[in-house]
């Protein structure tokens, strides 16, 4: 199994780190905090980051410092961390700075947690370290390596592996009508109760946690996965 990818949040406010770190860590990501400049100097130097967040609680000059000493060809040319930067409205100046000195992206506070995570995912699907594997249906985002549903109202749901494995044998055919001899084959129930009435259980309980129409229930034959349009673009 590939090693986690590693995220440190530098100096990043403790209430965005907090969201920050949950929000990455439940996606199977390694995430390290530093608060001082010497912490992340530390942090950096042993190596082994993917991507450092830098909050604007570091003064500019000190994250464009950490930037040119660790981000793209750091010291003895080795490939350094990406970098976001976070900082004021108010700091055009720097935030040009940040990106002609390398910074990968430079986002503004206040900012959306969520946003500012998906831009990490993006950074690290550029590096080849991406884990997310997404289903998206009507009303929500699956992301199937860490069994979450993103709602498009923000809330997120964990999935069960059981779920999981039932999710997984719909996409995997289509359009295709599965018995309920086919579900407890190959995704049978996480406990020793997978009769023949509990599938229709297992089947309801998925559709509502997904918030989808795309299960259907095929009366005396069985059930039927319709993938949205853009699973047949």
């Known amino acids: 199994m590939a090693a986690r990818a590693v995220i440190a949040l530098v100096s990043v406010a403790d209430v965005v780190a907090t969201e920050l770190a949950d929000h990455l860590e439940r996606r199977g990501h390694d995430v390290r905090q530093a608060r001082q400049p010497w912490e992340a100097e530390s942090l950096l130097a042993g190596g082994g980051i993917d991507v450092v967040v830098v909050g604007d609680s570091l003064s500019q000059a000190e994250g464009r410092d950490l930037l040119r000493c660790y981000g793209g060809q750091g010291e003895g040319g080795r490939d350094g961390p990406d970098f976001i930067l976070i900082c004021r409205p108010s700091d055009l100046v720097d935030k040009v700075l940040a990106l002609e000195l390398g910074a990968a992206d430079v986002v503004e506070s206040p900012l959306n947690v969520r946003e500012l995570a998906a831009r990490v995912g993006g950074l690290l699907s550029r590096r080849g370290r991406g884990t997310q594997e997404l289903i998206v249906l009507e009303n929500a985002t699956v992301d199937l390596r860490s069994a979450i549903v ?80 853009q699973f047949t673009d």
């Open 150 to 229: 993103m709602h498009r109202s923000g809330t997120e749901e964990q999935l069960s592996p059981g779920q999981v494995a039932l999710l997984r044998l719909f996409l995997a055919s289509p359009r295709k009508v599965l018995t309920r001899d086919d579900i407890i084959a190959a995704a049978p129930a996480e406990n020793a109760d997978a009769f023949d009435r509990s599938i229709d259980s297992r089947i309801v309980r998925l559709r509502r946690k997904l918030d989808t129409e795309t299960i259907t229930t095929i009366r005396g034959a069985g059930y039927r996965f319709d993938p949205p349009q």
